[in-house]
């Protein structure tokens, strides 16, 4: 079955540390991938996502992800995180019609 | 402002009662979702739907049902046959860009509020 893993379920940070998020899908096709993020009190909304062309994709808020197809990953990525990047980060993929499927979602505390 | 309404924010539903939750959107979009979201376990998909007057089940249909009459709405009732369902309800709606079609937006999820049910 296709399935989506997110290494992390919680991850500590302080301030200005770098962030590298794990994201690995199950899926031999062409697929389409993403990252939401879901700030407290907010709606869950787009980070940033990947359909072809260049794997380095960038999104809001400074955020990258880089996806290498050898490995079957799409990670999240930001140089220098801030207290405001505290939310729960959802890696998704598309692997045909219209079923995108989640994975178990990596809750970031910045501390400040 | 366009987007997705989910009403309502809280339920408290007892043991044996359907309940329906509503989901309302203003984008124009095609395609509407119903998902379940619960700690630890990601979303979970339960229905979708393409067009009006077709819905096609998820991975974890069993004990709901939904309706879609209208292209702005897309209803999820949660039936006393579903055995565990106090959780978070989110629904979505996308452009229906199809297979893999570099459209900008398309197959990007728009979220609701969410619906949080309490089953006491």
């Known amino acids: 079955a296709q399935s989506v893993s997110q290494h992390n379920h919680h991850v500590i940070l302080s301030e200005a540390a770098s962030l590298e998020l794990g994201c690995n899908y199950s899926y031999g096709g062409t697929v389409n991938l993403f990252w939401y993020v879901q700030y407290p009190g907010q709606h869950l909304q787009l980070l940033l996502k990947y359909f072809s062309g260049d794997p380095l994709v960038k999104g809001i808020k400074g955020f990258e992800a880089e996806f290498i197809k050898s490995k079957f990953s799409f990670n999240l990525r930001k140089p220098s995180v801030q207290w405001s990047d505290t939310a729960e980060y959802f890696c998704?993929?598309?692997?045909?019609?219209?079923?995108?499927?989640f994975g178990a979602g990596t809750r970031l505390f910045v501390k400040a | 402002d366009g987007g997705i309404t989910q009403s309502p924010k809280y339920l408290f539903r007892k043991e044996g009662q359907n309940v329906t939750l509503s989901c309302e959107q203003n984008?124009?979009?095609?395609?509407m979702y119903w998902y379940r979201q619960d700690p630890g376990q990601g979303l979970r998909l339960i229905y979708y739907s393409q067009i009006v007057n077709d819905f096609q089940k998820g991975d974890i249909a069993e004990g709901y049902s939904v309706s879609r009459e209208k292209k702005e709405s897309f209803p999820l009732t949660v039936t006393s046959a579903q055995k565990n369902p106090t959780a978070f309800y989110l629904c979505?709606?996308?452009?229906?860009?199809?297979?893999?079609?570099?459209?900008?937006?398309?197959?990007?999820?728009?979220f609701g509020a969410g619906s949080r049910l309490t089953v006491l």
């Open positions: 979505a709606s996308s452009i229906m860009g199809g297979n893999y079609r570099p459209l900008s937006g398309a197959n990007v999820l728009t």
């Open positions: 998704a993929a598309l692997t045909g019609g219209f079923k995108t499927i």
């Open positions: 984008l124009n979009h095609d395609a």
